[in-house]
């Protein structure tokens, strides 16, 4: 079975022999083909009589059955084989084709398995795409249907985070809240200071502001009674009523 299949299957392999290589010309070509290691070559047919016989490939017009022709060359690189079905002197039938490139034989493919092959590799492509999109789909309930990509989770990890610029602030700004701050530490004035980071906090020493002797109190107490004290300037006396005349 797996020399029927290998036979079957000639699309996929290819063949050479390198003492030929040198030495190939239009006029051996059809010899080097029908070498016995070549898997292409069909020892059933016309030539392979002809050769036995030692006849010229001109009696191949003559028989009737398969046979190969030299059906283009372009020395010294390229050789096209053509294999085919005799039916009279002058009706053939096109079975295959081989090209002969720098010595190796290819056997070229048909029209069918040409589009065959593009239309697998077309499907193969839109099937891989199907299933990599259905890999990014993401389904919740309360959520519904979402894509979820992994390169852009690595690329918003990789975007340098921009920070927002921060407006200046004014002079009416500045100069009120430099006001506020100088009258909370006037008010409440720290007891410690740390003269850097990490370093032991030292107590401020809170200046005392010395109380007026007693004497100064009770004289300035004393001024405001005098001053309260003193005369009030004298009013009028209410106007003299005067006897109305009869």
Same mark, same amino acid.
């Given at each position: 079975?797996?020399?029927?299949?290998?036979?079957?299957?000639?699309?996929?392999?290819?063949?050479?022999?390198?003492?030929?290589?040198?030495?190939?010309?239009?006029?051996?070509?059809?010899?080097?083909?029908?070498? &016995?290691?070549?898997?292409?070559?069909?020892? %059933?047919?016309?030539?392979?009589?002809?050769?036995?016989?030692?006849?010229?490939?001109?009696?191949?017009?003559?028989?009737?059955?398969?046979?190969?022709?030299?059906?283009?060359?372009? $020395?010294?690189?390229?050789?096209?084989?053509?294999?085919?079905?005799?039916?009279?002197? %002058?009706?053939?039938?096109?079975? @295959?084709?081989?090209?002969?490139?720098?010595?190796?034989?290819?056997?070229?493919?048909?029209?069918? %398995?040409?589009?065959?092959?593009?239309?697998?590799?077309?499907?193969?492509?839109?099937?891989?795409?199907?299933?990599?999109?259905?890999?990014?789909?993401?389904?919740?309930?309360?959520?519904?249907?979402?894509?979820?990509?992994?390169?852009?989770?690595?690329?918003?990890? @990789?975007?340098?985070?921009?920070?927002?610029?921060?407006?200046?602030?004014?002079?009416?700004?500045?100069?009120?809240?430099?006001?506020?701050?100088?009258?909370? &530490?006037?008010?409440?004035?720290?007891?410690?200071?740390?003269?850097?980071?990490?370093?032991?906090?030292?107590?401020?020493?809170?200046?005392?502001?010395? $109380? =007026?002797?007693?004497?100064?109190?009770?004289?300035?107490?004393? $001024?405001? @009674?005098?001053?309260?004290? @003193?005369?009030?300037?004298?009013?009028?006396?209410? =106007?003299?009523?005067?006897?109305?005349?009869?």
């Amino acid at each position: 079975m797996s020399s029927l299949d290998f036979r079957d299957n000639l699309l996929g392999i290819s063949w050479v022999d390198s003492g030929w290589v040198p030495i190939l010309n239009p006029g051996n070509v059809l010899d080097y083909f029908s070498e &016995r290691s070549n898997p292409f070559y069909d020892r %059933t047919c016309n030539n392979e009589v002809v050769k036995m016989q030692r006849l010229t490939l001109e009696h191949l017009n003559q028989m009737v059955g398969v046979e190969y022709i030299l059906l283009h060359a372009q $020395e010294p690189i390229l050789y096209i084989i053509r294999k085919q079905q005799r039916q009279s002197p %002058t009706q053939v039938i096109s079975l @295959a084709d081989y090209y002969i490139i720098a010595g190796v034989v290819y056997q070229a493919p048909d029209l069918g %398995t040409v589009i065959s092959s593009r239309a697998l590799s077309a499907v193969h492509g839109i099937q891989s795409a199907f299933d990599e999109a259905m890999s990014y789909c993401r389904y919740h309930p309360s959520k519904g249907y979402w894509w979820h990509f992994k390169d852009q989770e690595e690329r918003e990890k @990789a975007k340098p985070k921009s920070k927002k610029k921060e407006e200046p602030s004014s002079l009416f700004q500045r100069h009120r809240v430099d006001t506020l701050l100088l009258d909370l &530490r006037s008010k409440f004035p720290p007891t410690f200071y740390q003269p850097k980071p990490g370093e032991k906090p030292i107590p401020v020493e809170v200046k005392k502001e010395p $109380e =007026p002797p007693t004497e100064t109190v009770k004289q300035e107490e004393r $001024e405001p @009674a005098t001053k309260s004290s @003193a005369p009030a300037p004298p009013s009028k006396p209410p =106007p003299e009523k005067r006897a109305r005349l009869q």
